[in-house]
């Protein structure tokens, strides 16, 4: 089984971002109302997240770090079965295959409880610890068993800015939850819940910078069972960024084709202009109209009634546009 937990967190455990979009998503799972992240060595020597969220039972510690379906892969020969598996239910396990990982948590109930894991080692040791209700999960030496991934690792910096993009883009999807990220002992971020507008919009200042907020235009437009709102930058943002561009479908991030070129499609409308748009964009939809796990890592989505979606989002903001249009 340990061999199916490497390969199969080859899949989910690429590199030190995946393993905090991992953790971070645990906690927010959890119910979890602050969440504080410390990383040491971009994440390769340190990752480790504190939340307040509901915690472990003492029973359910062994649990949290096994697998949860037994591994269907037999022979190498299945690998190609794996990529197309979902990996649920298995990311502590898998991150645990190449790391060495602790779990301390409390479920407020009683005092809290600490288990380990480390690579190839099955044996989860459970020993009393003091934590108060939530879970700290830390993860020490990434793919320290695993030399070949380790050679694929990249610099420092790298690793942390990949990590930072990942906890900016689930601030982003949060605001009601507070976020802390700390680099090599020095807290970097700290983003307190923001219950009204102003302070998520000072959110957004804070992670997609001033002058977006500066430029951008608040939006929040709804249509039987489908609703849109965030910022768009107007023309007068005139860095051109790529990378500025969230867009959140029920709540989570994706990335998808038919998004992308229905906001271009109307800020090429409007405003005549090639040049990337930048925006922090919410759509909401019943959840049976979309699916979010088209695969687990990825940022895919599958819509239903994917030419409705495209019409509603591009005649959205081309209305919203087209009323500030110069
Ligand atoms: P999944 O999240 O898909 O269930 P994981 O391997 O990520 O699989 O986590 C296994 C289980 O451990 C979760 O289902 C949850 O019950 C528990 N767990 C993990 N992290 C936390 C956390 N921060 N707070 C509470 N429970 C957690
Ligand atoms: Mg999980």
């Known amino acids: 089984p340990r061999l199916a937990n490497q390969i199969a967190a080859g899949e989910v455990v690429e590199r030190p971002a995946s393993v905090i979009k991992e953790l971070l998503e645990n906690s927010l799972d959890a119910g979890s109302r602050n969440l504080q992240v410390d990383l040491e060595q971009g994440g390769v020597k ?5 939340d307040d969220g509901s915690g472990i039972d003492k029973q359910d510690l062994p649990l ?29 396990a898998s991150i645990s295959s ?19 894991a480390e690579g190839r080692d099955m044996e ?32 420092e910096r790298t690793e942390y800015t990949r990590i930072e993009e990942v906890v900016k883009r689930l601030a982003l999807s949060r ?57 768009v930058a107007l023309p007068a943002f005139s860095r051109s960024q790529a990378d500025l561009q969230h867009f959140y479908v029920n709540g989570r991030a994706i990335r998808d084709k038919l998004v992308s070129h229905a906001v271009r499609q109307a800020f090429q409308d409007v405003l005549h202009h090639s040049r990337h ?15 979010v796990n088209v695969h687990p890592t990825k940022h895919e989505v599958r819509f239903r009634d994917g030419r409705n979606v495209h019409s509603f989002i591009f005649s959205s903001l081309h209305h919203a546009l087209a009323e500030v249009r110069p």
């Open 46 to 50: 340190l990752m480790r997240v504190r």
């Open 277 to 291: 748009p930048a925006f922090v964009l919410y759509l909401e939809l019943d959840p049976a109209s979309v699916d």
């Open 98 to 116: 190449v790391a060495r990982l602790s779990l301390i948590s409390s479920t407020g109930a009683e005092h809290a409880w600490q288990a380990r």
């Open 175 to 231: 605001f009601d939850v507070g976020f802390g990220l700390r680099h090599n002992g020095r807290q970097i971020h700290s983003w307190r819940p923001a219950q009204s507008v102003p302070e998520q919009e000072r959110r957004v200042a804070q992670i997609c910078g001033p002058e977006f907020m500066k430029n951008a235009l608040a939006i929040d437009i709804e249509r039987v069972g489908l609703r849109i709102w965030g910022w």
């Open 124 to 155: 989860t040791e459970i020993s009393p610890a003091a934590h108060p209700q939530g879970t700290t999960v830390e993860v020490r030496d990434l793919f320290f068993n695993t030399p070949a991934r380790r050679k694929f690792l990249r610099t």
């Open 64 to 92: 949290a770090l096994s697998r949860h379906a037994t591994s269907k892969i037999v022979h190498l020969d299945d690998l190609e079965a794996v990529a197309s598996l979902g990996f649920r239910g298995e990311a502590l």
